[in-house]
């Protein structure tokens, strides 16, 4: 069997080829079934699900038994609820039951991140301008909120989810996707274990969490949505066109705004409303994005869940407490930063072939420099020397402090090709384990440079995480 | 100017040029080629600045005159026009080509001759002579381990011309081939060591038969062919100590048939990373065993009969490095030479005999 899922990102002209072939993989979801039980949707399975251009094909699939439960994907969607909001409630009760806003204080800029169920009745959402915010709902707590904090609840989050299955997608620090079919042989009852799963989260992280279960990772999400706030939904098999019919039409990933005034000109208010649409027509009006409209609104979706099993890139990256622009200061950040990153690199037994380091001025502009090494790298002082190289060449001689600075490894790799210009040394290497071996025992903060320390008069320090930053690896 | 010329005579200089003519537009007037019609001639120049070349026929001249036109569209042009057309060429000190070939006609817009960069004048005079067969395939055995990449130096070969030989070496810092031909050039002072730029070589192994002849001065280096003179600036910086990383001592050594095992290594390859192109060796008697993984795909294993009588050894390479050496060199036995799985090995064509090839490896950690 497959370590990995069969298609990796497929065009959209391909995943609709395969979505509708009948010998598609053990993965997808093709809608027959449904269609096949009643005949008003057979019509629509016809003209719609089969772009097929050989009738007989098309007939003969659509009232065959060709779904079959064992070759059913099994994704779960995960998603905590109201997170940032529900940490602060758990870490002070009484805000339990107030309309509590995460993101900044009212006067502030800055937009609210995540708000309790509680001040969504007033309107608020996330990503609304605070000031917006008190205006709707002047009543509301607002709190800034310690991403920090979030982060390790986050992390406790997704240790539950990966005792359950290594194929995990973090979409975010709040939510993920779980592919359970490849350990379809270790669990009785999917169902079972999805709503174990849920019970174990909340148990261990005294979170709320919404559990959508369905074949592919857009029914899934649609299922979450219809779970919220703190349920559970699954959708049966063969029940996915009576579940999608009734769902609103903005629920669908990738409607925005726009899409939603076309949609309200049209009289398209549920996904069962756009089944009378044919491909083209759906084409033709929303361009490429109408494409993806017709796939997802039949419940068409082969993706498979982007693992951490190969990452692209790794990357750290802070903004300040306050603009910087004190250069032994910045350079102690970027120190700091590749000793995370290549912490992060040892771990996941990788070398870059692209170091890249960013910045951010204090106006917002960002600048990015980047350097191809012939050999790839993954040891502090090789990775800090090209940093902090890049970092000088950006930053040298401006006038304008910094607000944020980051580094980056892409271009990853497992293996290490020699030089022949370098005479053979592991010295680095050793170095770094006998680095990770001392912080496994005593904390990240117990073997540092002497750049980094200077970090100590600006930021408290964690035993096990070191300084704690102000957006401390929020990027996953 | 005014001139007439067969459609085949100028289409082969057009098209050699396209080679040389700057694509990324960065300067809009390298795109173009400059035209310039003398008594005698017609000479058409194209440059990147870093690479130029010059070439020149004879046609029917009319009237003399220079103006630069786009490379690409006289390219196209001629190649449209039906074969053993003659082709009358007319610009009438106003910027405007005119192009007319039996009924077809067209006009195209010049730019003045004065935008166009000075590309230097070759000369030559130190008689240093290379029967463009033999450079040929000098070239093909260094050209694929030049570096793409930022290192300067790297990205291109060095040549070494000395009395009795001629060597070319290039590298891209994890392996190195280098190749040497026997030569009398018994005028030569001293050594000459330069590095050629990649474009310069692969518009050298463009030329067809017959003589390459070779000059320098301080900024540039010239190969004349013919009637074609390649003008490439000199990279002005220090190619690293071959001499010091090609193994004297390499006290195991191995010898292969190279067919046997450039298509094992071919098979095995199938399943390497597709990045690294890693693969396993393990030597043992007589034996050689290859093994390559991708958590991705699967697996690969093969074994092929050697000449081996050393210790056990187990090494990572990249395969596409033998495949890119062995595919160039026609020996039928190799001798592979390697010390330890952090050292750097050495391939040696055996038996050859007119040039000499070797091709130094670094192993990766697999």
Known sequence: MSNRPPFSSPSTRERRRRAAAPAFGPAEFDGTPAAARSSGARRLALQGISPSPDPAAAEAKVSGPSFRPRLRRFIVHVDIDAFFAAVEVLLNPALKGKPLIVGGLPHERGVASTCSYEARRYG??????????????????????????????????????????????????????????????????????????????????????????????????????????????????????????????????????????????????????????????????????????????????????????????????????????????????????????????????????????????????????????????????????IAQELFLGLWGGSRLPLRLVGVKASDLTRVRPLSLFEPYSDRQERLGTAVDQVREKFGFGSVLTIREKMLDEVYPKDRDRGFVLKTASLTR | MKFTVSKEIILDELQILQGIVEKRNTMPILANILLNVTENEVEITGTDLEVGMKTHFSANIEETGTVTVSGKKFFEIAKSLPDQQMVTFKENNDLMMQVTAGESEFKVLCLPKDDYPVVAEAKFEKKIIIPVKEFRSMIDRVFFAIAQEQRYYLNGALMVVKPKSLELVSTDGHRLSYVSKKIEQPDIPKEIRVIVAKKTLNEIRKYEEGDIEFDLDENNLFFRCGHRTLISRIIESKFPNFEAVIPKDNPHILMLSRDTFIAAVRRVALLSAERSKGVKFTLEKNRLRLFSSNPEIGEARDKIDVEYKGPVIEIGFNAQYFIDFLSVVETEKVRFELKDENSAALLRPEGEENLKSMYVLMPMKI
């Open chain 1, 124 to 385: 608020v959402h996330s990503g609304m301008a605070l000031r917006t915010a008190f205006k709707l709902c002047p009543q509301g707590v607002f709190v800034r909120g310690n991403y920090q904090v979030y982060q390790s609840f986050s992390e406790k989050f997704f240790d539950v989810l990966r005792r359950y299955t290594p194929d995990v997608e973090a979409t975010s620090i709040d939510e993920a996707y779980l592919d359970f079919t490849r350990c379809r042989r270790l669990y009785a009852s999917f169902p079972a274990v999805a709503r174990d799963l849920k019970a174990q989260v909340e148990r261990e992280t005294g979170l709320s969490v919404s559990v959508g279960v369905a074949p592919n990772k857009i029914l899934a999400k649609l299922a979450t949505g219809r779970a919220k706030p703190a349920g559970y939904f699954e959708i049966e098999p063969g029940r996915e066109e009576e579940f999608l019919r009734d769902v609103e039409i903005d629920r669908l990933p990738g409607i925005g705004p726009k899409t939603q005034v076309v949609m309200r000109m049209l009289n398209i208010k549920k996904i069962g409303d756009l089944w009378g649409m044919s491909e083209s027509a759906l084409h033709s009006i929303f361009g490429l994005g109408g494409d993806e409209i017709y796939l997802q609104s039949r419940g068409l979706d082969n993706r498979s869940l982007v693992t951490e099993a190969d990452p692209k890139s790794v990357s750290r990256e802070t903004t300040f407490l306050q603009d910087l622009w004190d250069s032994r200061l910045l350079l102690a950040h970027v120190a700091y930063l590749c000793d995370r990153l290549t912490l992060a690199l040892r771990e996941g037994r990788y070398y870059a072939h692209v170091i890249e380091v960013k910045v951010r001025y204090a106006d917002f502009r960002t600048e990015v420099r980047r350097r191809l090494l012939v050999v790839p790298r993954r040891e502090m002082t090789d990775v800090y020397r």
